[in-house]
């Protein structure tokens, strides 16, 4: 084992240490770090010169295979093992210190008599790692115990393939929207049946809470994140320009009809961000059906009108790479289901009907782009106005053809389809309160189940929770009414 010799002043006096942080230095001479009260060692002669009173602690901690220390401000890291408190050198048992990997924490910047370490640059490094289990772990804080203040690092193992409940809403909601804010990691909550309230879900503690109304109620409506600062807010006859971070409406704008359970999707139409809201209803009962679209211009802050080639609602929109959006299904006048299928062309502004149609009628299904396959998942809904199915098929977006088949573990209409990050594609809930959930996996092209939620629920909404991979379900309706609950996958 090679030992190091740490010099420093202690009350006036230079003072001389032997220490086992060879390895230390040689971790950051080798990385670029410029180190401070600290000199490579001289070969130790004889055993007596390993020498120290001082005991040291074992800590493993295990992360992942690969660890990452990211670019940080220059920060001051203590190094509590070796004290300078000019204790007799003295032969203790020697101890290794094993770290298999790393991760960044703070630790407060507290005054101690202590050899200190200034590191001034990081870079990114691997780490070998032999043995991982297969959580996910984090260290969640940093504790002083005893009088060395030797450091305790407590963690938290993330869990997997699991429900998590948080903290009710603030109000029961069926048709209403959630929205993922990127720069706060919050969730916008709008609206629902007979409700123009909104309200933030806080990530950092899985609460909720209230924020201003919307300008009229809305429910079966749209939310849709166009710029940092704006979230249209659409439905009813109007929609709100609303400013997540500054939490005030800065416009209403007119759409051209009354509108509801109608889909919406953002697209970049001469590097202008628009928003297609495609068909729907004029009323909450769903008698006169649109084949009108409001197209919204964030630079002019304004809606133009064009038509689709079919009035549809419970249909679904899914933009694809090339910048056009896929229009399918949906139910036309009742009991009429569609499985026909249409395309908005972003450079002619027009829609163009698709020869190719579902293999199956469908309504109120869900349609998921996967770009590992380049094809959208059509999964679930109902053929007739009763049934609900458990098909699902996949459409090539590049040979804009139908390639297979297949059926899910179980039937679901009015359920959510969510993209995950690892490509893979979380469908939960039916129209009949279900607590299933399943994986539809784009390798195998065949679902399995996931865990149970812990409520029944349809009818719900399911935001991904940015880079963390996690997804809220909230709302909806349960098996005794509607639903203030919400619960998060961790996949």
């Not at 086992?20 to 971790?27: E, G, H, K, P, T």
């Not at 050899?115 to 640059?121: D, S, V």
């Not at 040979?399 to 039937?411: I, Q, Y």
């Not at 039916?430 to 679902?447: G, L, M, N, R």
Request: glycine share 4%; charged share 10%; proline share 4%.
């Amino acid at each position: 084992m090679n030992y190091s010799i740490i010099n420093c002043v202690q009350d006036g006096r230079l003072c001389s240490y032997y220490t086992n942080f060879s390895s230390i230095y040689a971790f950051l001479a080798s990385n670029n770090a410029s180190v401070y009260l600290f000199q490579p060692p001289p070969a130790p002669s004889t055993p007596t010169q390993i020498l120290s009173t001082l005991s040291s602690t074992t800590t493993s901690i295990v992360a992942s295979t690969k660890t990452v220390l990211t670019t940080v401000p220059t920060a001051e890291v203590t190094v509590t093992a070796a004290q300078t408190a000019g204790v007799p050198m003295t032969t203790v048992p020697t101890v290794e210190v094993t770290v298999t990997s790393v991760q960044m924490v703070e630790v407060p910047m507290t005054t101690v008599q202590t050899t200190e370490m200034l590191i001034t640059t990081a870079r990114t490094v691997e780490v070998p790692v032999t043995t991982v289990p297969t959580t996910k772990t984090i260290v969640t804080s940093v504790a002083s115990t005893s009088s060395y203040s030797t450091k305790s690092i407590t963690t938290q193992t993330l869990p997997s393939n699991v429900w998590i409940s948080t903290r009710n809403m603030t109000v029961a909601r069926i048709y209403h929207t959630s929205t993922y804010i990127p720069e706060t990691k919050n969730v916008l909550i709008t609206g629902g049946t007979g409700l123009m309230s909104m309200e933030i879900f806080i990530y950092s503690n899985k609460s909720f809470r209230k924020t201003i109304d919307m300008t009229q109620t809305r429910m079966a409506h749209t939310a849709d994140r166009l710029v940092m600062n704006v979230i249209l807010i659409s439905g009813n006859t109007t929609a709100d320009l609303y400013d997540p971070i500054r939490e005030v409406i800065n416009k209403t704008i007119s759409l051209s009809a009354r509108r509801f359970y109608f889909p919406s999707m953002p697209i970049k139409i001469n590097k202008t961000t628009n928003v297609l809201l495609c068909g729907g209803v004029t009323n909450e009962t769903g008698t006169t059906y649109l084949s009108t679209v409001d197209i919204y211009n964030n630079e002019s802050e304004s809606f133009n009108l064009t038509k689709m080639s079919s009035a549809r609602y419970y249909h679904t929109l899914t933009a694809i790479p090339n910048g056009n959006i896929i229009i399918a299904g949906g139910s036309s006048v009742k009991p009429t289901i569609l499985n026909t299928m249409e395309m908005y062309n972003s450079s002619s502004n027009s829609f163009v009907n698709l020869t190719t149609r579902m293999s199956s009628l469908r309504y109120y299904h869900t349609a998921t782009y996967i770009p590992s396959i380049q094809s959208i998942l059509f999964a679930g809904g109902s053929s007739t106005t009763s049934n609900s199915l458990n098909t699902f098929e996949l459409f090539n977006v590049t040979t804009m053809k139908f390639v297979l088949n297949g059926t899910m573990l179980t039937t679901r209409t009015a359920h959510t389809a969510t993209l995950l990050n690892n490509g893979q594609v979380l469908l939960v809930g039916s129209d009949s309160a279900t607590k299933t959930a399943e994986i539809f996996d784009p390798t195998t092209f065949t679902c399995r189940w996931a865990a149970n939620m812990s409520v029944a629920r349809g009818y719900h909404t399911a935001t991904l929770l940015g880079d963390s991979g996690q997804v809220l379900i909230c709302g909806g309706k349960g098996s005794s009414g509607t639903l203030n609950s919400c619960e998060i996958y961790y996949s």
